[in-house]
């Protein structure tokens, strides 16, 4: 396996890249916060997220 590269490796084993993991793992929890799986206020969540990604934008735009 050593001698694979980062994209051989992960077809042999049968794994998704990092990024499509990652992107898994937050729809999940995503899903459990809306389902009430957690003790936390969904709006409140939602309402944060907006202000991160807002954020995201504005340093997105200021790069370009």
């Known amino acids: 396996m050593q001698v694979l590269n980062y994209n ?3 077809k042999q084993l049968g794994l998704m890249k990092i990024e499509g ?3 898994r793992c937050d729809l999940a929890e ?3 916060i ?3 799986k957690y ?3 969904p709006e409140l969540f939602f309402n944060w997220m907006k202000v991160v990604e807002g954020d995201m934008t ?3 735009l200021r790069k370009i």
């Open 8 to 10: 051989d490796r992960l």
């Open 21 to 23: 993991r990652r992107i």
């Open 30 to 32: 995503t899903f459990k």
């Open 34 to 36: 809306v389902n009430g």
């Open 39 to 41: 003790d936390i206020n």
């Open 58 to 60: 504005k340093n997105c």
